[in-house]
């Protein structure tokens, strides 16, 4: 059976909390359950069967789904890691599979799931289009859109933010990547871009599609490499074959973004946990809906912890990828961008380091690769780059502020950053927490090791 | 961030912000998230930036 957003389920039963009771996502009901859990430090995947349309009405025949991305542990579970592994070895575990793109495979629409109900007449507000913070400008659907590019035929694919306008229109942010390049050259020949926004799939296929990949590459293949099997693609209604759509999602609305309109768009809770502006964004106009007989709409709890994790995996790997993998950084451990830094800002890079300056060269590496990291520590070896503990005692303990501290001025850092001055310009440091090489230097104190290693705590009745 | 400008509502009072390239001074209406309003700078309550 192809991976889809029920097979996760199916996975994840034992952790999902069931919610039947009626529930109003365009009026911030969902998302206050999933804020009321996370006040309580819990994070459990939140189903919603009994949910309402942009008018108040039972969504008939639709469910919800959110925060599946809000814990590391299903991560693991997305890419079949087992628990104890979910740290370094998942993101070497990603790394692996960002490398092996598998190409995509085209089956009929008899054979899509998507494609049970196709509607050409479509009406978003039949949908039950969640509404996240409470600044948003308007319920949004944060998954991921695709579009293509008209010169090679590549696929892009990214997640962004959608707003709900009317029935058939949204309003469209995307930030200066990849997939406005596409609209813009769209733009240059005066034709609307196609796009579809796919809602409802497996993990692993969001995972896959937020790889940094060079900009001529089909995303398409690199997520079926992340999943671990051809993405299964179908013709869209509005486009054939001209653009395909995911076989197995669970929603596809299919729009055109006109070449040259923008229309005020926003607030919205973005990734650094504060709205990004209200502003004047593309639209888009919805020409068609494919989806299931009983399709589970979803969505990201954006600017929360699911926000923040949703990513990770995609950027920890990328790193170690571009640092050790093809990079010059053999010795590179540990790659860690923690939930502290939103996931994105800070960077902990675990290493052995071997000459002099080698941790600031991996740091200026790192920041490299991703321009949101504003903050690199490099530790030794001995330090777990995972655990936050361990970092900051190597930064008491082994940086010397006037030394080993170095500020980058005037840095490119991302439009909403809350930071950021000007349009783009953050201000980067690098901490290098190793121990020095060039003089001799103090030892970590701990109880003889061998003696450590024979204690049975089960024998003690320390440990059951 | 990116430049914003802080805008009063002025039917329902509340504060949110805005795009400043983008929307200052651009003739724009702008939108209340809060209760659906669409004003013009001239109309808000108050405009900080």
Known sequence: MPKDLRTFLEDIQDELLVIDRPVQPHKFEAAAVVQSLENKG?????LFRNVTDMHGRQAKGFQLVINIHGDRLRLAKALGVSPQ???MPLVQEFAKREQNPIPPEVVSAS????????QRDPDLSELPIVRHNEMDGGPYIDMANVVRDPDNGAYNLAFLRNEYKSSKKMGVFMSPRHNLMIVQKYRERNKPTPTAIIVGHHPAFYLGLQTRSPFEADEYEIVGGVMGEPLRLVPSETWGEDLLIPADAEVVIEGEIPPGTLEVEGPFGEYPGYYGPQRRSPILHVTAINRRENPIFQTIFAAHREHWLMGVLPMEGGIYNSLRVQGRFP?????CLPISGT?????????????EGEAKQAAMDAMGHMNKIKLVIVVDEDIDAF?????????????RYDHDMDLIKNAQGNTLDPTVEGELMVTKAIIDATEPLHRPYGKRAYPPRELVEKIDLKELALEK | MVKI???????CKNKFYCHYKDLRHSGEKLHCPY?????TEEEALNIYD
């Open chain 1, 42 to 46: 819990l994070n459990p995947p939140v």
């Open chain 1, 85 to 87: 592994d979910m740290r």
């Open chain 1, 111 to 118: 054979r899509a799931p998507v494609k049970e109900v196709v």
């Open chain 1, 331 to 335: 010795t590179l451990r540990q790659v």
């Open chain 1, 343 to 355: 996931c994105r800002f800070r960077c902990y890079l675990s290493m052995k380091v071997r000459a």
């Open chain 1, 387 to 399: 655990n936050e503990e361990q970092v900051l005692w190597a930064v008491s303990t082994r940086a």
């Open chain 2, 5 to 11: 400008f802080w805008v009063t509502c002025p039917e």
């Open chain 2, 35 to 39: 209760c659906d309003n669409w004003f």
